[in-house]
Structures are given as structure tokens and as C-alpha cells.
């Protein structure tokens, strides 16, 4: 299906519903403005804190024609001096789909980017760089996957693995098109999968798994190791349209069967654009994500103490008119911060809260305004040295990144 009109039923949906006022919001936003390292025209931006123990930020500036991934370090109370990755004048730059790093225990970094394969709107692949911490110069590109489809692929999530390998997941279009240069997404012959591989410094492919065979189109993946086990969250797709979260783990070589971690019954005929988020702490797990189900926008949030064999019963975030676009974070093996869009009484806002299994513990914190466009990206979240450190696009011309953090 068109993503224009995906996204025109999703808002059909969201204007159908009706607010509740269950929220409650502390009207003190405790943020303190950090000077971001990227300039004007500037966009999507990605926090993530590195195996080796530091904090990093990525993001896309564009130029005329040209785009070019960057990425900063954070030292102390400052970023470092950013350090261009790779650039191109034929990447695909999307609100959603952005790129992103990851960093492992030695201090090597790779890094993805999207780079057109054909003319059609969304054929597309991933591109995937690196440098190890002992070098200087970034590598050569390679692509992710081995399929020569012109077709759909990205929505990329990242996590430093056991060896210094990495483990990336991955939306995959190939049974999505005939191999020619108008197809792509809304071309539709086959389902959107979802992959995996295993990655070294190098770019070695070390291993690759077809993880789904029937996914949704073009939600954000979400990953995390525990104990060395790859896991994955993303929306599913059944045959029926019911397009609810699932998961997936890696144990004993071999993957599980996909299987949903709550049953919404979310039935919609279009991606909704709006993918899970997964954290880890000491073994338990934590999952937040939107649904829509039965005409009722919320953002949930649900725990697992045994790898995703079980999980508890999910906790409503927020039942108030969410727009979604959620992150979240684990601060100890029972309690996670969540982080949300919520439509706001005259600007989006980008809002955060602790939650327990019981359901919230303390306020609702404002971090910032927002907008509801596609300009605006998904907020983006990480908790480092006992700090919450939030990074979003201004949409306002020329575009820049923002920053705040806030104690915990």
C-alpha cells in the first residue's frame, strides 16, 4: 500500500478518538540546554550509549544535494568535536528510517546509512561502515544484505555483540518487489520481512537469519542482547491486518518462533510508522510501544524477568492522545523510564516518566515542546551517569537538533 495513504488512515484513526484525563503531569520541566554539536539543516539524531561506556550522538546534515552522517562523543559537559562518517548524494533521508551507531567494548564503531538503489521512492539499502578505535579513517561501505532486489530495506536496529561483533536487525523488502527500478514499497508482490546478522570490525557478514517472514512495513525494529542472546522486537503483520508487537531470541543456535508480547488485536490497514523500543538490566527486560486498538491511542509498557518467556501485564503509559514515537530505558532490573509524543492542548510534547510494574512512579515530566509533523522525528532518549539526556528535531527552517538533559 502507498505510504501516503498508510499514513492518511492512521490519521483517520487518530482523529476518531476521544481523550481520557488519566494523565498526570508536572508542570516544572527540571532540563538543563545542552549546546548541540550539529549546526543548521541538520536532522535526525540518534543518542546511544557505547559498550565502552560513553555516550554518543549521530545525525544527518544535508547540504544541496548532499547528505553526510556525523557523529559526536560526549566528554564531561560537552560534546567532542564532530567527525564525519560518510556522505552521499544518493541517500534515501527519512523522518523515520534514520541512521545510526553502535560501539563496542574497545571503543570500535559502526555505523548505517540508507543509499538510493534505484529511482522509486523506496528502493533502497543499507549501507554499513566502520572503524576500529586503533584507526583513523572510516572503511568502505558494504551492503547489509545480499539480495540485489530493488526494493525497500532499513529500519536498522544496532547492539554490540560478544568478540567485538555486532548484532544488527533489519526491515527487508526483497519478496516485496520484482527486481526493477520503479519498484519498491506500495509495489507489493510478497511481505516485509525481518533479518538479522552478525557483523565483525571488519564487515564481515558473520552469520544471517531470516527472522519473520511477514512483518509490518515500515515500523522502527528494536534489539538487545542478553546473557550473549540477540533478541528483537518489531510490529508484526498477520494475514488478517492485526499488526501487533512480537518478539524473538536468539538461544542455543538456533531463533524462536515469533510471538506477540501482548495481544492488542490492533487491526489497521497501514503502517502506522510507530515501532517498539526494548532495554535490558541484569537479565529482565522492558518494552514500550503504541497501539490504537479498538480506537484507543496508548502508549504501554511491559517487563519480562526471564528473556521474553513470559511477560507481565502491560502498564498504560499514557491513554491520553499519544502520538507514540517511544524510547525506553531500564535504571534497575525492575523500573524503566519512558519516554513519548504526546499531542499536546497547542504543541506536541515530548514527555518522560519511571515506571514500576505496578504502573508509574512520580510525575509526568514535560522535557520540551515539539510538533506532530514528520519533520520532527522520533525524540530520542539514553540514561548516562545518572542523567537523562534527550535529543529531537526542530523542524523549524533551517533545522537543527536540541538537546536537554535532566537528573534522575
Keep these: 500500500m502507498n505510504r501516503l495513504l498508510n499514513f492518511v488512515l492512521y490519521i483517520i484513526v487518530l482523529v476518531q478518538l476521544s481523550c481520557s484525563n488519566t494523565e498526570k503531569t508536572n508542570d516544572k520541566v527540571l532540563t538543563t540546554h545542552i549546546k548541540s554539536p550539529a549546526g543548521d539543516n541538520t536532522e535526525e539524531p540518534h543518542l546511544t550509549e557505547g559498550a565502552d561506556g560513553n555516550l554518543y550522538m549521530s545525525w544527518i546534515e544535508k547540504k544541496k544535494d548532499t547528505a553526510s552522517l556525523f557523529y559526536a562523543k560526549w566528554k564531561d559537559t560537552t560534546w567532542s568535536v564532530p567527525e564525519k562518517i560518510a556522505e552521499g548524494n544518493n541517500w534515501f533521508v527519512n523522518w523515520a528510517d534514520y541512521p545510526a551507531i553502535s560501539i563496542n567494548k574497545s571503543g570500535d564503531i559502526i555505523a548505517h546509512y540508507l543509499e538510493k538503489s534505484a529511482s522509486g521512492t523506496y528502493t533502497y539499502d543499507v549501507k554499513v561502515v566502520a572503524k576500529k578505535a586503533t584507526e583513523k579513517i572510516w572503511s568502505n561501505p558494504i551492503k547489509l544484505h545480499s539480495d540485489t532486489v530493488n526494493a525497500e530495506h532499513g529500519f536498522v536496529s544496532m547492539q554490540p555483540y560478544e568478540d567485538g561483533r555486532f548484532f544488527l536487525t533489519w526491515l527487508d523488502g526483497r519478496n516485496t518487489a520484482s527486481n526493477n527500478e520503479h519498484s519498491g514499497h506500495g509495489n507489493s508482490n510478497g511481505a516485509m520481512t525481518i533479518r538479522g546478522a552478525i557483523v565483525d570490525t571488519n564487515l564481515n557478514i558473520v552469520d544471517t537469519w531470516e527472522l519473520d517472514a511477514r512483518t509490518c512495513d515500515c515500523c522502527q525494529t528494536g534489539a538487545t542482547i542478553v546473557d550473549n542472546n540477540p533478541i528483537a522486537v518489531y510490529r508484526d503483520r498477520s494475514e488478517d491486518e492485526i499488526r501487533d508487537i512480537s518478539i524473538v531470541k536468539y538461544t542455543n543456535e538456533n531463533w524462536s518462533e515469533p510471538k506477540p508480547i501482548y495481544p492488542d488485536n490492533w487491526k489497521i490497514a497501514g503502517c502506522p510508522v510507530n515501532g517498539p523500543r526494548i532495554a535490558t538490566n541484569n537479565g529482565s527486560i522492558a518494552i514500550a510501544w503504541f497501539s490504537a486498538s479498538n480506537n484507543s491511542p496508548q502508549v504501554k509498557l511491559i ?106
Excluded at 532490573?333 to 519512558?338: E, F, G, M
Excluded at 525524540?379 to 548516562?384: F, R
Excluded at 535529543?391 to 536540541?402: C, L, M
Design 303 to 408: 517487563f519480562s524477568d526471564d528473556i521474553g518467556e513470559t511477560f507481565s501485564s502491560p502498564v498504560i503509559v499514557d491513554d491520553s492522545f499519544p502520538l507514540g514515537r517511544v524510547d525506553v530505558g531500564m535504571l534497575d532490573n525492575s523500573t524503566a523510564i519512558v519516554s513519548w509524543l504526546d499531542k499536546g492542548k497547542t504543541e506536541a510534547e515530548i514527555k518522560v516518566a519511571k515506571f514500576n510494574k505496578e504502573g508509574i512512579i512520580g510525575d509526568i515530566i514535560v522535557v520540551a515542546q515539539s510538533k506532530e509533523s514528520r519533520s520532527s522525528g522520533f525524540p530520542q532518549m539514553a540514561i548516562y551517569n545518572k542523567k537523562l539526556f534527550f535529543a529531537w528535531t526542530d523542524a523549524n527552517k533551517p533545522s537543527h537538533i536540541k538537546l536537554t538533559k535532566l537528573q534522575l
